[in-house]
């Protein structure tokens, strides 16, 4: 069974500042897809950026980027700039293949962005 | 945009009742998840559905069951609900193929008392 582990229960930063949410996950699969969930205060769950384990280049979107180490098991989030509305929970997650689409999600990390 | 539309938002029942929740989706999507979200766990899915009438035993099914009548509605049912099943529930849906994220409902606050 696969496994996801954020060990940062809670961050805060400043406005404009870059943040680094850490995940580190554990599988025997050789291929396949890692996430990074958004959740604001309004609880709807909304998908920041995803990571294809076979590709070597990470993913961006905007201001969001990953750190993927497959070796090493780790797919961190960095926000670069970050803004009063990144404030929220961010889950990482694991999917094994397609034809298979369960997620299994770590126990998040609240981000709070400090004005 | 999908929508995933969860019956209620805050639902307050007692020990013993049947409990449902209801999620009903727009976009004409296979798959079809409920979860359970409590603090320090993240998300445990308790079911999901790849079609009509299928369902499939997630993490913590115990407790818990699912009804698929309509591939746009997916049902949790809380047979005889207890005090440890008290919790935000969330439903999803998504597409299959290469690459279909799936699109969160806003959550339903469960407390059983």
């Known amino acids: 069974a696969q496994t996801v582990t954020q060990s940062q229960p809670e961050m805060s930063v400043q406005e404009a500042e870059t943040v680094t949410l850490s995940c580190t996950y554990d599988?025997?699969?050789?291929?396949?897809?890692l996430f990074w969930y958004k959740q604001p205060p309004s609880r709807q769950m909304i998908l920041v950026i995803r990571?294809?384990?076979?590709?070597?280049q990470n993913a961006t979107e905007n201001r969001f980027s990953v750190n993927f180490q497959k070796a090493a098991k780790s797919f961190s989030l960095k926000i670069s700039d970050s803004q009063l509305g990144d404030t929220a929970m961010y889950f990482c997650?694991?999917?094994?293949?397609?034809?298979?689409?369960?997620?299994?999600f770590g126990t998040g990390t609240r981000l709070t962005i400090i004005p | 945009d999908v929508k995933v539309t969860q019956s209620s938002r805050y639902l307050v029942k007692r020990t013993g009742e049947k409990v449902f929740l209801e999620c009903v989706q727009d976009?004409?999507?296979?798959?079809m998840f409920w979860y359970r979200q409590d603090p320090g766990l993240g998300l445990r899915l308790i079911y999901f559905?790849?079609?009509?009438?299928?369902?499939e035993k997630g993490d913590i099914p115990e407790g818990y069951s699912v009804s698929r009548e309509k591939k746009e509605r997916f049902s949790l049912i809380l047979e005889s609900a207890s005090t440890n099943q008290t919790s935000m529930y969330l439903c999803?849906?998504?597409?299959?193929?290469?690459?279909?994220?799936?699109?969160f409902g806003d959550g339903t606050r469960l407390s059983i008392l």
């Open positions: 999803a849906s998504s597409g299959t193929g290469i690459y279909q994220p799936q699109h």
């Open positions: 599988t025997s699969e050789s291929n396949y897809y």
């Open positions: 990571q294809e384990a076979y590709k070597q």
């Open positions: 997650a694991f999917m094994k293949d397609f034809g298979n689409e369960k997620l299994t």
């Open positions: 976009m004409d999507h296979e798959n």
């Open positions: 559905s790849y079609d009509v009438k299928m369902k």
